[in-house]
């Protein structure tokens, strides 16, 4: 069973449209995120979110929103495409509290490819 | 935040070569990890380091937390086309307003001829 799985695996689209991105995890993990790795490979934090609070990069445009239907899954809204968006989504998911992500770091999804033309 | 150098930016191996490669910080940090993304796929944790002095192997792997706690080495022995891959040393930093977030180094790009 795949621990945090993403779809679509690849996401082509015209500027100006508005896409989304699923995530799941199936390891009783308490927190979320999604990073944005760029065309140098860069890992950059967009957002984290468990039950208790969003927290935004703050350099994030506000035309990305996640949402999060339940503790398992976090989605990643993009209104308005635009060619920068261009980037791989990577989700990922971390078990808070003692034990968790501070030894054992964060399970990443296998990424979203998105290519905005 | 914190931020995490990584060294060398990439390297071009011959198969069977040791590699070495390593990560600096300007603060403490309590733990070190290590992360391989191979192409297409996400970051995969391969090795984690808890104590300052601490050697851990995991294979042909070995990664050492250094003693200052501002830095991190990761040696590959020994290696195979397999190995290809993007390298990423990580540590929790504090994020500000009270909070902690993983942060990562920059990455190693690792070719491997065979």
């Known amino acids: 069973d795949t621990a945090v799985s993403q779809t679509p695996k690849y996401l082509v689209t015209q500027m100006g449209n508005d896409k989304s991105i699923k995530c799941e995890q199936n390891?009783?993990?308490?927190?979320m995120y999604w990073y944005k790795q760029d065309s140098k490979k860069f890992l950059k934090i967009m957002f984290s979110?468990?039950?208790?609070?969003?927290?935004i990069n703050e350099t994030v445009p506000n035309r990305f929103s996640p949402k999060s239907p339940d503790k398992a899954h976090l989605n990643l809204h993009i209104n308005s495409l635009e060619l920068g968006d261009s980037a791989v989504y990577f989700c990922?998911?971390?078990?808070?509290?003692?034990?968790?992500?501070?030894?054992?770091?964060?399970?990443f999804g296998s990424g979203t490819r998105l290519t905005v033309v | 935040g914190q931020q995490l150098n990584q060294s060398p930016q990439s390297m071009f191996i011959q198969e069977g070569e040791d590699v070495s490669m390593n990560c600096t910080s300007s603060s403490i940090f309590n733990t070190w990890l290590w992360y391989k993304q191979e192409p297409g796929e996400g970051p995969v944790l391969l090795i984690a380091?808890?104590?300052?002095?601490e050697l851990t192997s995991n294979g042909r792997l070995t990664a050492q937390f250094g003693i200052t706690r501002k830095d991190s080495f990761l040696n590959i022995s020994a290696s195979i086309p397999s190995d290809v891959g993007i390298y990423f040393c990580?540590?929790?930093?504090?994020?500000?307003?009270?909070?902690?977030?993983?942060?990562f180094g920059k990455g190693t790009k690792l070719s491997v001829i065979p």
């Open positions: 390891l009783g993990h308490d927190t």
């Open positions: 990922a998911s971390s078990q808070d509290g003692q034990g968790g992500w501070k030894r054992y770091g964060y399970t």
């Open positions: 990580a540590g929790p930093s504090y994020s500000g307003a009270g909070s902690y977030q993983l942060t």
């Open positions: 979110y468990n039950n208790k609070e969003l927290i």
């Open positions: 380091l808890y104590k300052a002095g």
